[in-house]
């Protein structure tokens, strides 16, 4: 069956450096991939979609990559900020592509100041 | 744009009670609309997939007559939690798209209900 994966582990980084996020998955060769940000007690918010035709997106601080040979996407947030502290969240498109999402169980992200 | 409404944002009851929660398009029309449910720590699970005018589709698993789900219109959905108990505790969240939309477009969500049954 369809699996996504994303590091359990809280990532801890320093103000001002690079964070660099994985999502994995197998069993599937979804036609795209979007990443949210979820804070405590909140929805998730949408911010990049990548689409399977697409190596890279770039918004602002945020870069998302897709790789459907290793099938990965990696999620980067350059010059991080405290406020950037979150559960970062990536999605895949359901099998039966009925606009349903499958969503990895995030990866929490700490910038100390 | 695109904001979900989602009420109540906290409900504590007894064992036994039927909790209503709404789930609405404040500024767009939602032919679509997603309900959650996330445990602690863990991701969203899809409970169900409502349909403005038709039956929702429930994943495997979710007791249709357990959780009753409505969408009259295109900007509201309800979640009715039946005779709720201690193991339905959990934060529910609902999602929406956009009348119109493609299959690869993104979900809002609403602010989640955390429901705690005693």
């Known amino acids: 069956s369809q699996k996504i994966e994303q590091n359990s582990e809280a990532l801890n980084i320093q103000e001002g450096k690079t964070a660099t996020l994985t999502c994995n998955y197998t069993n599937y060769s979804p036609a795209y991939l979007q990443w949210y940000r979820q804070d405590p007690g909140r929805g998730p918010v949408f911010l990049l979609l990548i689409r399977e035709n697409e190596k890279e997106k770039r918004k602002e601080r945020l870069k998302v990559t897709f790789d459907t040979t290793l099938k990965q996407s990696l999620f980067h947030i350059t010059a991080s900020q405290p406020a950037d502290s979150a559960t970062y969240l990536c999605?895949?498109?359901?099998?039966?592509?009925?606009?349903?999402?499958?969503f990895g169980s995030g990866t929490r992200l700490l910038v100390r100041p | 744009g695109a904001v979900v409404s989602q009420h109540p944002s906290r409900v504590i009851c007894k064992s036994g009670t039927s909790v209503k929660i709404e789930c609405r398009s404040l500024d767009f029309q939602a032919t679509t609309m997603f309900w959650y449910r996330q445990f602690p720590k863990k991701s969203l699970m899809l409970m169900a997939t409502s349909n403005e005018g038709s039956k929702a589709t429930y994943e495997q698993g979710v007791e249709k007559d357990k959780f009753l789900i409505n969408h009259a219109s295109l900007t509201l959905s309800t979640l009715t939690v039946t005779s709720a108990h201690p193991e339905d505790s959990s934060f529910y969240i609902c999602?929406?798209?956009?009348?119109?939309?493609?299959?690869?477009?993104?979900?809002?969500f609403g602010d989640g209900t955390r429901l705690s049954i005693l």
């Open positions: 999602s929406a798209l956009q009348a119109g939309t493609y299959s690869n477009q993104p979900q809002h």
């Open positions: 999605a895949l498109e359901g099998t039966d592509s009925s606009y349903k999402l499958i």
